[in-house]
C-alpha cells in the first residue's frame, strides 16, 4: 500500500510509528445489537465496571432464581426440563435484560428410565415364594414434594431390566478390591446380590466389578456414616437438620463414558450414526438398584457369615456381615434377595440454551461459562443452584449489555447443557458439533454446576493456566458471613498447600469428569474450571451434601440449610463472574501458563520418586522427560518476560493478540488424541484417568502399573516407553508453543 | 482503561473512530535481525516488489545451484547429504543473502540399504545350480557418473533379505487384479519369482499383492513403453535423448506408509520410542529388486506359457509370455530364477534444514516452503531442480532482506527434508514434532520437489483453497519459450476442466502422498500445494521423466535435454516466488475458501450419482449430507461478502487477521483423526486414499466399496453409515468456522 511508504520514513524498527487505525465501524457487530461504548482495539478490563457487576448481583434475585427453578421436578427431556428451555430463552432475549442472541438446539440422545408399569423393586422371598419385606419404591413423602408423577422413582440409570435372585452379601463399597477380599474369606459370590454402599468406587463401576466375580444383581446404598456423619434418626434428618432421610435414595448413572451413549464422537443428531445395542460399551452388565440406608438396614442388619473388616462398617447401628444369605434365626432363614429392574432405554430430544453476548474487539475469541439444566427430582442444589447463579450473572450482564454501557472485549457464552445427569450429553454433544471451532477460539470454560454444596468455603478446579484468575477474582470479592475475609483468605484456611513457586496458597482441585467440564478439558484441551462454595471439613465428613439426587433436595433445603440468605450463592456469582469478566474483557489473557512449570515440576519429581527405581530397572531413562520440563519452565519464564515488557509499554491489539493466542492455545499442545485410543475421549496427556496413587504423568502412571508384573520385554514395558515418549513430545510441543513465535 | 473512555464520545456502533496505535517498535523483532522498512498493521502484499523478486531471479543461478547440487550422488545421510546440510546452512546464513536464522536438526530414522559385502543378484540358475545369467549389478558406466562407491547400486529399500528361488512368472504392474488374472489362467503362482513393471500399483504394493498369491520374490523393472515411448536403443537413449538407457534402474521406497518405519505418531529422536520390528507394518513381505530393461528384456522375452493379455505387452521387441518358467528350446529348460536381497536396515541421522524469515507484523503466521534434499544417486531433476530454485529464490528474498528493503508480514520458512526417499522421513518428523505449533499458526505449506519434469507446461496438486492464488501466480508470469503466453494461458492449454463456477480453467490436481505435503495436508490439515512444470502429454506418454532414479539423472540430463537454458525452472522460481509472497504479504490471506464449494458439491454429486442408488437400496439418506453442503456454500458466498465489504473500507488489522484466522484455519475443519485408524497418518476426510473410481468423499467411497457384497445388517454397512455421519459432521464444522465468528 502506497501511504504506508510514504508515511514510512525509514524510522527503523525500533521506532515509535502513530498510525490511525480505523475501528468502531468494524469492531462493533451489526445488526439488532444493543448499542455500545465506543470502543478500541486495546480495551481493557475496566475496573468499575467489574465492580458495578460485583454490587449489582443480588442474593435476593438468586433465591427467586432458584425458586423458580426448583418449583417442580425437571428430569432431562421432561416437559417442565422443556419449560425451563422456554425460561432460559425468554431471559436471554429479554429486551431489559437479556442477551445478544440465545438458541436452544437439540439432540437426540439416548437416557434410561424407569418403566411406569411395572416399579422396580427389591424384596427378601423365602423358599417358598412369599415375599418377606419389599423396599421402598418411592422415599417418604415429608414435605409434600416426594410423591406425585414428577418424581421420578430412584433407580440405577442404564443399569439393564432383569430380576436377578440370590442370596445376599454385603460388598462395601464395590471395589475390585472389596471383591477380592470377600473371595479371599471364601464367600462365594456366584449367582448373589450384592449389597454395596455408595463412594469409593463410580456407581457403574460397582456392576461391573460385581460381574466379574459372578454377581447377579447389584443393590446401592447411602451409609449414614458416609452422608450423615452417622445420624440416621428422624429427627436428626431433614426437614430437621441437612442431613438424608432414611428413606432418601441417590439415584445416577450408572454409565461409565460420557456423552451420549449411541453416538460416540458424533453430535446426536436426527440423522447421525448410530451404534447398534449390541455394540454399546460402558453400561452396567447386571441389573442395579439403588435403596435408602432404612431399606439397607434391614437387609444388612439381618445377613449372616462373618463379621465384615473394620473399614467396611457402617453406622446402620450392627454389626455388618459379609454373607451369603440372613441369619437362621427368625423367618428369613434361606430367604434370597430379588432385585426387579424394568429400566428402558428411550431415545429422547434433549436441549441445550446457549446465550451470547458478542465481542466488541475479538469476538473470535469465546469464554464459555456453563452449567447443566436437568435434575434427578427438584434439584435445588444439583443444578439450579448453579444455574440461579448464572441468570442473575447474565441479567446483569444483559442489562449492562443493554444499556449500551458495557460490551465485552471477547465474546461470552453461556450454555445451558441438557442431559447432564446421565452422563454429561448435552455438553459432550455440543464439543462433537463444534470440535474445530470451540478448539479455534475458546479462551477457556466455567462451569458452575453446583454453586453452593455448603456454606463454609470457595473451592475450585481447574487446569495450572486459571489459577491466577481464580486468584484474582477471589481476592476482589468478600467472604459471605460475619467475618471481613476475602473469599481467598477464607478459602485458604480451608484448602491450600505450600507451592514452590508462591509459598502457602489455595489449592486448586484438578478437574476429573464430574460434570460438563470433563469434554471440554479432556476432548478438547480448553483450560477449564469448575466453581462452588463447599463444606468446613473439619465439621462434616459427609461425602457429598446428604440430599444429593433424591427427591429432599428441595427450595426448602436449600433456603434453610444449606445456604439461607443465599450469601454464598451471590459470593459465587460474584467470583464466578469477576473470573468471567477478566478473561472477556482483560486486554492481555489472564492464563498464566506458567503455573504449569509447578505442576510439570511436581509431577516428573512424583515420577523419579516412586518410578524412577522401577524404571530404572527397565532401562528406562527419564532424562528426556526432565529436558522437555527444564524446556517448558524456560520457555514459560521467557514468555513472562516478553509479556512484561509488552505490558509496560503501550502495545499494538496485534501484538497482543498474538502473545494470547500463545497463552490460549496452551492447552491444546497437551492433546493427543491418539494417546489413550481406549479411553473415549480422554486425550489430554497430563488429566487422563490415573489408576495409581502417584500425581504423576497418567499414561506413564497407568502404563507402570500395567507392565509391573510382566516380563522384561513384554508389550507392556513397550507401552511404558510408548508412554513416556507421548509426553515428552507433549511438554516439548508445549515448549515450543511457548517460545517466541518467529524461532525456529 | 480511561483514555478510551474520555475518546470515545459516544459515536454508536457505525462511527469511525481514528486511534493512534504504537507499532513499529513491536512489530519488527530485535536482535541481530536485519533492518527492515518501517512497517504497519495494515502492511499489504506490495506490488512493486514483487516485481522486483520476479524479475531477480536468474535462470543462470538456478543453473549453477543444480550443478553444485548435483556434482555428486547425495543419498539420504550420505557423507554428501551431510555436506549439502552445510551448503544450506551456508547459504542461509550469508551475511549478504542469508536469512534471519537457518538451523538443521536431526532425526535417528530406520533407512535400509544395500548390503556394501553382499550384493544383491539377480540370476538365472539351471537345474544343477549353474548360472546361466546374472542381471547387471550396477548401471552401465556411460557418462562417468554411473560408478562410484558414492552410487548406490539399485536396490528396493525396505525389502526383506532373502534368496528365493523359483520359477519366473510375468505379472503385468503386480496390482491385486493382475494376479487374480494369473489365477484364472492357471498359471501356479506358489514359490515363484513374478517379474512386474513400474506403474499401477505403488512400489510397495506390488510385493504386497504378490505375497498374497504366494509367490517368493518379485522382479520389477521398467518397460521402455511406459518411459520412452517405446524406444530402447542405445542411440535412442541418454546421452542421446532423454530416454532411459537399457540399463537404467528405477530404485526406490518399497515401504508402504510414510514417515520413519518405528516411531509413528511420535518425532524420531534418540530417545523415542521404537517399535520392536516385528511390530513394524508396511515393509513388504517377500524380497524384491529393480532391474532394467535390458536384463528384463532377458527373462521376459525367453518366458514360457500362454502370451499375456494385450494390455500387459510393452515395448521390448516380443511377445510377453506369463511363464511360469522359460522357454524349452535353449539352455534355460527348467532354469529358474534366484534373486538374492541382502538390503540391510540402519538407523542414521537425518537432518531436516530450516530457514527463516521473520514476519514483521504477523511473525506468528507461517508460510512454508519446502523440497527435500536427498536423492537417489545425483538426483539432478529429483529433487536437486526443486532445491536449485529454493536456493535462488531464498537468495533473491535474503539480499532484499539484508539490504532493508523488504520483510515479509508473515514469516517465511523454507525448509530442506531429508530422507524424503525412504518415505518422506524428514518432513513426517517434523510435523510430528511440532504438530500442535504447526497447526495453529501455519497458513500454507508450498511444496517444490521436483520443479522440472519437463518444459512443456506448468502444472499443480493442491486443495481448493490455495487454486486462486496459483492462478494469480501463473498469470502474471511469462511462459518460458518463444511465446508470448502467461503461465497461465499455456497451462489452461494443457489441463483444464470446465468448472462450474469459472468456466474453463486449468485443472488443479489433487494431493496423493507422493511428495512431502503428505504430512502437511494429511496429518496436519494445512492447505498445501505441490507446483513443477512438466510434459507436454500429446508428445510422450512417459509415466514419469525416464532417468527418474537412476544414475543417469544428472546435471547433464537436466542441462541438455530437460530444460536448456533454465527458462522452465525459472518459471517455476517466479511462479512459486509469486504465492509465497502473495502468502506471505498479503493483508488479507489468498486463500479462496469459497473453492470449497465446488469440490464439496462435485464430491456429493458423484456420491449421489454413483452411490445413490446403493445407498436408498440400503435405506441410507444422503439428505444431510445435502443439507451440509448447502450450508457450506451459504457459509462460504456470505464470508466472501464480508471479505469484499472489508477490502472496501480501511479495515483495522485485528479485523482482517480474524478473518484471516478463519480462512487459515477452514482446512484444519476437514480433519478427524479418528475417521480412518488404520489409514496412518490420513485424517483429512476429503483427501484421504480413495479405493473407488468415484471422485468422492473417500470414507463414504470406501465403506461402500467393502459393504456393497455384504448383507444389509453388517458391520460393513454400519460402517457407511459412520463413515457418512463423519463428513457431515466436517461439513457442517467447516461451515461454522466460515460464519460469522459471533454466530451461535
Redesign the interface.
Known amino acids: 500500500?502506497q501511504w504506508?511508504?510514504v508515511?514510512?520514513?525509514?524510522?527503523?524498527?525500533?521506532?515509535?510509528?502513530?498510525?490511525?487505525?480505523?475501528?468502531?465501524?468494524?469492531?462493533?457487530?451489526?445488526g439488532t445489537?444493543s448499542?455500545?461504548?465506543?470502543?478500541?482495539?486495546?480495551?481493557?478490563l475496566?475496573l468499575e465496571i467489574l465492580k458495578t457487576i460485583m454490587g449489582q448481583l443480588e442474593a435476593s434475585r438468586i433465591r427467586e432464581n432458584l425458586r423458580e427453578l426448583s418449583s417442580e421436578p425437571h428430569l432431562a427431556t421432561s416437559l417442565r426440563d422443556e419449560a425451563l428451555v422456554q425460561l432460559l430463552l425468554q431471559r436471554w432475549r429479554d429486551p431489559v435484560s437479556g442477551l445478544?442472541?440465545?438458541?436452544a438446539s437439540e439432540y437426540e440422545v439416548l437416557l434410561s428410565f424407569p418403566s411406569q408399569e411395572q416399579p422396580n423393586i427389591v424384596e427378601v422371598v423365602d423358599p417358598t415364594g412369599n415375599v418377606l419385606h419389599s423396599c421402598l419404591q418411592n422415599e417418604e413423602n415429608i414435605t409434600g414434594e416426594q410423591a406425585g408423577p414428577d418424581v421420578v422413582p430412584p433407580y440405577a440409570a442404564y443399569a439393564p431390566p432383569g430380576t436377578p435372585q440370590g442370596l445376599l452379601v454385603y460388598a462395601n463399597r464395590g471395589t475390585e478390591e472389596d471383591f477380592k477380599e470377600l473371595q479371599a474369606q471364601g464367600i462365594r459370590l456366584e449367582g448373589t446380590i450384592a449389597l454395596t454402599r455408595y463412594g469409593g468406587a463410580g456407581r457403574g463401576a460397582k456392576a461391573v466389578n460385581a460381574a466379574k466375580y459372578g454377581v447377579a444383581g447389584v443393590l446401592v446404598y447411602t451409609d449414614p456414616a458416609d452422608i450423615n456423619d452417622g445420624q440416621s434418626l428422624p429427627n436428626e434428618t431433614f426437614p430437621n437438620s441437612w442431613r438424608l432421610p432414611p428413606s432418601g435414595v441417590e439415584r445416577g448413572s450408572y454409565f461409565e463414558y460420557f456423552g451420549d451413549p449411541l453416538?460416540p464422537?458424533?453430535?446426536a443428531?436426527h440423522?447421525?450414526?448410530r451404534?447398534?445395542l449390541v455394540n454399546v460399551s460402558g453400561f452396567p452388565p447386571i441389573p442395579a438398584q439403588p435403596i435408602g440406608f432404612q431399606d439397607a438396614k434391614y437387609l444388612l442388619c439381618n445377613l449372616d457369615g462373618p463379621s465384615a473388616p473394620a473399614a467396611w462398617q457402617g453406622a446402620l447401628g450392627c454389626d455388618y456381615k459379609l454373607g451369603p444369605g440372613f441369619l437362621p434365626n427368625g423367618n428369613l432363614t434361606d430367604s434370597q434377595v430379588r432385585v426387579s429392574v424394568h429400566n428402558q432405554l428411550e431415545l429422547r430430544n434433549s436441549s441445550n440454551v446457549?446465550g451470547?453476548i458478542?465481542?466488541a474487539?475479538?469476538?473470535?475469541r469465546y469464554v464459555l461459562y456453563g452449567n447443566h439444566r436437568d435434575s434427578w427430582v427438584h434439584g435445588a442444589v444439583d443444578p439450579s443452584s448453579g444455574t440461579a447463579v448464572l441468570l442473575e450473572l447474565s441479567r446483569v450482564l444483559g442489562t449492562l449489555l443493554k444499556k449500551g454501557t458495557w460490551r465485552p472485549r471477547r465474546?461470552i457464552?453461556f450454555a445451558s447443557w441438557g442431559a447432564e445427569e446421565f452422563g454429561l450429553i448435552g455438553s459432550t454433544e455440543f464439543t462433537?458439533?463444534?470440535?474445530?471451532?470451540l478448539q479455534?477460539?475458546t479462551v477457556a470454560y466455567i462451569n458452575v454446576d453446583i454453586s453452593v454444596f455448603a456454606n463454609a468455603t470457595f473451592r475450585a478446579q481447574g487446569t495450572p493456566p486459571v489459577q491466577s484468575v481464580i486468584f484474582s477474582a477471589t481476592k476482589e470479592v468478600r467472604s459471605p458471613g460475619p467475618s471481613d475475609l476475602s473469599i481467598y483468605d477464607n478459602w485458604i484456611k480451608h484448602f491450600n498447600r505450600s507451592s514452590s513457586v508462591y509459598g502457602l496458597i489455595p489449592s486448586l482441585g484438578s478437574l476429573g469428569a464430574g460434570s460438563d467440564y470433563a469434554p471440554f478439558i479432556h476432548f478438547l484441551g480448553i483450560s477449564s474450571m469448575d466453581i462452588a462454595y463447599t463444606y468446613d471439613r473439619s465439621k462434616t465428613s459427609a461425602r457429598i451434601y446428604p440430599t444429593y439426587h433424591t427427591a429432599f433436595d428441595t427450595f426448602d433445603y436449600v433456603d434453610k440449610f444449606v445456604d439461607p440468605g443465599f450469601s454464598s450463592h451471590q459470593a459465587v456469582a460474584r467470583t464466578a463472574g469477576n473470573v468471567l469478566l477478566r478473561l472477556s474483557d482483560s486486554?492481555f489473557l489472564p492464563l498464566n501458563v506458567s503455573d504449569y512449570s509447578e505442576t510439570l515440576r511436581s509431577f516428573l519429581q512424583a515420577a523419579q520418586r516412586d518410578l524412577g527405581d522401577l524404571l530404572k530397572q527397565h532401562s528406562i531413562?527419564l532424562?528426556?522427560l526432565v529436558t522437555a520440563v527444564e524446556k517448558f519452565e524456560a520457555a514459560a519464564a521467557s514468555l513472562d518476560q516478553r509479556k512484561s515488557a509488552?505490558q509496560a509499554?503501550?502495545?499494538?491489539?496485534?501484538?497482543v493478540?498474538?502473545l494470547n493466542?500463545?497463552l490460549m492455545?496452551l492447552e491444546?499442545?497437551f492433546?493427543n488424541?491418539?494417546a489413550f485410543?481406549e479411553e473415549r475421549y480422554y486425550s489430554h496427556v497430563l488429566w487422563a484417568p490415573r489408576t495409581g496413587s502417584v500425581a504423576t504423568f497418567p499414561g506413564l502412571a497407568n502404563a507402570c502399573s500395567k507392565a509391573s508384573n510382566t516380563d522384561p520385554g513384554s508389550e507392556a514395558w513397550?507401552e511404558v516407553?510408548?508412554q513416556?515418549?507421548?509426553v515428552?513430545?507433549a511438554v516439548?510441543?508445549?515448549a515450543?508453543?511457548l517460545r517466541p513465535?518467529?524461532?525456529?
Open positions: 500500500m504506508v511508504k508515511l514510512g520514513l525509514g524510522l527503523g524498527g525500533a521506532a515509535l510509528l502513530g498510525l490511525g487505525i480505523i475501528l468502531g465501524h468494524f469492531a462493533i457487530p451489526k445489537d448499542p455500545a461504548p465506543s470502543i478500541s482495539a486495546p480495551q481493557d475496566d445478544d442472541v440465545a438458541e453416538t464422537y458424533l453430535p443428531h440423522s447421525s450414526f451404534l447398534d446457549l451470547m458478542r465481542g474487539v475479538e469476538p473470535d465474546s457464552v462433537e458439533e463444534f470440535f474445530s471451532k479455534e477460539r486486554f531413562s532424562g528426556p509488552l509499554g503501550s502495545p499494538d491489539p496485534l501484538q493478540r498474538m493466542d500463545q492455545l491444546r499442545t492433546l488424541p491418539r485410543p513397550a516407553q510408548r513416556l515418549s507421548i515428552v513430545v516439548e510441543g508445549a515450543a508453543t513465535v518467529a524461532d525456529l
